[in-house]
């Protein structure tokens, strides 16, 4: 049986133990994932009443937002705090479990949500006037509704064959697959414009590249497409390091301090897509400042 002699030999021995980083740097990040769980509930609290004001948005696409800010509300009202109560608590194994299955569950279905919103802008592009009709708000809600299943049945998984590498890697594929999906949507839009961009100066008719009949706002559609794009930046560049972090793991590689950043730069997308969300959508960052005008004065 180990000797404890004290809080600090208890902490050296435990942080040994589970490969964690030394004690001052765990009050810092545990400092630091309080403070972002409160922006990022805070700001996705702001978002969703920002979006229910906004018409905008097509319905099918902001559904998808939401879904996302849903997301990011419940990882900084749920998962940072667990996971400031594992970095400081003594007892470990339980808030580790939360934080690990609530994470698996609402990364995946950010990921999932993400990648949904960039077929969907590449639809709007290919499909034209015919985009109303195939993208539905009842069918997005179908899509979401599959995402969060999908997901909570991998989360249930995780928790009873809790570290089984078998999810290690289905969420490495899962990850991939986004990626690559998003990236095949990406470039077949910039394609796609750039083909719309030499018919208009061929002295082709505006809708004509866009398979006839009411032609697309490019304006607004390139716009949207932004601000989609840049959500997704953002999440990659999150996501990527904790990625590594899993291809290490499964290596037989591990590093407390490694997977103590990582871990924080996930929970961090939570708090940077409201930004980007009124950076790049007029209408969002608008319906924000009205929000909180209107709760100043409540």
Sequence with gaps: ?????????????????????????????????????????LGNGL???ALHKVSSIHPSTKLFFRCLAVTDLCVGLLVQPFFATFLLSRIREVSEIV?????????GVSQLTS???????????????RYRHVVTLKRARVVVICFWLIC????????IWWKAVSTFKLASMVMALSLLTSMFCYTRIHLKLRHQQVQVQNHFPQGQGNGGGI????????????????????????????????????N???SGV???????????NSSLNPILYCWKIREVKQAVKDTIRQLYCF
């Design 99 to 107: 934080v690990h299955v609530l994470s698996f569950v609402l990364c």
């Design 1 to 41: 049986m180990a000797n404890i002699n004290g809080d600090g030999k208890f902490t050296s021995k435990l942080s040994q133990a589970l490969s964690l980083p030394p004690a001052g740097m765990i009050e810092f990040f545990t400092a630091l994932n309080i403070f972002l769980s409160i922006t990022a509930s």
């Design 252 to 254: 037989g590689i591990r």
């Design 115 to 129: 990648t949904a919103i960039s077929v969907d802008r590449l639809l709007a592009l290919l499909l034209g006037p």
């Design 152 to 159: 909570a049945s991998f989360g249930l998984i995780e928790f």
């Design 258 to 268: 490694y997977k103590l950043v990582a871990t924080t730069l996930v929970l961090l």
């Design 47 to 49: 978002i969703l009443m």
């Design 215 to 250: 032609p697309l706002n490019i304006a607004r559609y390139k716009k949207s497409v932004s601000t989609v794009l840049w959500v997704q930046l953002a999440l990659v560049a999150c996501y990527v390091p904790f990625g590594i972090f899993i291809v290490l793991q499964l």
